[in-house]
């Protein structure tokens, strides 16, 4: 079974940078979209970054400019750049990838305090 394993977060300073972690246990193959999720408390899950099988890029307008979603075929992983982090940027976050199935990561927390 396929595990999804997120690293990478942490406490960071306002304006301070972060770079997430999803690494698959194995290749996942017939990806149809690579992507990140968060949730903070009280709130829906909201997708932040998502990158398709067809390499189309988006993000949701809260972080676009600061936020780079990224892969390396030959690491089974996935990446998530975070730049000029804001105290609303704290959440958990999530990987996601989809291809036949669904699979999500166990969940990374990031909070932007001072």
């Known amino acids: 079974q396929v595990q999804l394993v997120e690293s990478g977060g942490g406490l960071v300073q306002p304006g301070g940078s972060l770079r997430l972690s999803c690494t698959a246990s194995?290749?996942?193959?017939?990806?149809?979209?690579m992507s990140w999720y968060r949730q903070a408390p009280g709130k829906e899950r909201e997708l932040v970054a998502i990158?398709?099988?067809?390499?189309?890029?988006d993000y949701a307008d809260s972080v676009k400019g600061r936020f780079t979603i990224a892969s390396d075929n030959e690491k089974n992983s996935l990446y998530l750049q975070m730049n000029s982090l804001k105290p609303e940027d704290t959440a958990v976050y999530y990987c996601?990838?989809?291809?036949?199935?669904?699979?999500w990561g166990q969940g990374t927390q990031v909070t932007v305090s001072s």
């Open positions: 996601n990838i989809q291809s036949l199935r669904q699979y």
């Open positions: 194995t290749r996942i193959f017939r990806v149809n979209s």
């Open positions: 990158r398709t099988g067809g390499g189309v890029i």
